[in-house]
């Protein structure tokens, strides 16, 4: 048995190795047919297609993805020829909150205040869940808008595209890439978007750079429509618009699912799945050895402070973003590279938190949050 593997998938090398004849790692952007034309499975993340151009005539009888999204795979053609797939989903929600909740804690600090200011977000699935979650927590008013989940479940809260974009104050986008059908996610913010919008609005997306129009993005912005742009993912990258990226606020290579513990998740998933399928030991496997921070111990006085704002003061000692954003912004040409060797970045649960002269909306905000009180 031979399994072919992205060598990026982190926690991966020598689990497999006991109970399989090889286990191939290539980078993900190079894998080919000519690599997996004897292998049995393939592990691979966002970077590689998974298509009849590269598994027709192989012996692969599984791809698995160490990642949420699926867009990379051409689902219907592996279905029709018999090939099984699995994706990793919800591997890295809790990332994806941090790296929402590090924006909304920046804007905090900067002096907005919650209750005043609505949170519309696009794609309620197990992202966007917990992302609404976050944003209640420290107290906005979110919106949701998720149109298959509103028909599939009436009685919830659910609302319209166009009441988002119209009362929200800021936007985050989490929804899959769907390029066609009644659910097509594919250009959904666009030049027709910019009319209906709030003046002033943050727009975020850490989904799928097709979702937000490059060009809406550009316009919006030069007309004052949209006042920050925050993007994580782009079209086209990793060769990314060049005036897009000096217009945003904050611009991060494809990261926010990036914590050691999402990463932990999918690869987890991913060898579970691998191993259902063939009746390998490991079906219970979970990624060992994930390294913690340098520090894992914040002290905050809370004297004076309202809970949001002790609340966005934690959340930014587990992660400063505009270090990301730095790093990227030396050098577009490194996307990659960034990706590759991101650093180790730990979530909220990870983290001890010692309070003084807090009260108990404070202590329930932090509690809430995931953090470990002291």
Partial sequence: MKIVADDKIPFLKGVFEPYVDEVVYLPGGTIKKTDVSDADAII??????????????????????????TDHFDIPWLESAGIKWHNAPGCNSGS???????????????????????????????????????????GFKVLLND???????????????????????????????EMNGVDAT?????????????????????????????????????????????????????????????KVWIGTPHIAGYSADG????????????????????????????????????????????PYQVAAMAILRTYN????????RSNLTLFEKLRGEYPVRREFGSWKVELTGADTDTVKIIK?????LL
């Fill in 44 to 69: 691979v993340r966002t970077r590689t297609a998974c298509n009849s151009g590269l598994l027709e005539g192989t012996k692969v009888k599984i791809v698995v993805t160490a990642t949420i999204g």
């Fill in 96 to 138: 994806v909150r941090q790296y929402i909740g590090s924006i909304l804690s920046l804007l905090i600090k900067e002096g907005i205040k919650p209750e005043e200011t609505t949170l519309g977000v696009v794609g309620v699935g197990m992202v966007g869940s917990k992302v609404a979650r976050l944003g209640r927590d420290l």
């Fill in 147 to 177: 149109p298959p989940r509103e028909r599939n479940e009436p009685g919830v809260d659910f609302v319209s595209l166009d009441r988002v974009l119209k009362e929200s104050d800021i936007i985050s986008f989490h929804t899959p890439l």
């Fill in 186 to 246: 594919y250009h959904m913010f666009n030049y027709g978007s910019l009319k209906k919008l709030k003046k002033g609005v943050v727009v975020i997306n850490s989904s799928r750079g097709e979702v937000t129009s490059t060009n809406a993005l550009l316009k919006g912005t030069d007309d004052g429509v949209i006042s920050r742009i925050i993007l994580d993912v782009w079209e086209n990258e990793p060769d990314i618009s060049l005036d897009l990226h000096n």
């Fill in 263 to 306: 990463k932990a998740n999918g690869t987890s998933m991913s060898v579970q799945a691998i191993s259902n399928f063939f009746a390998l030991p490991l079906t219970n496997w979970q990624a060992e050895g994930v390294p913690m921070p340098e520090t894992s111990f914040i002290k905050i006085d809370c004297n004076g402070l309202k």
């Fill in 321 to 328: 973003i505009l270090e990301d954003d730095k790093r990227l």
């Fill in 368 to 372: 809430d949050l995931g953090f470990n």
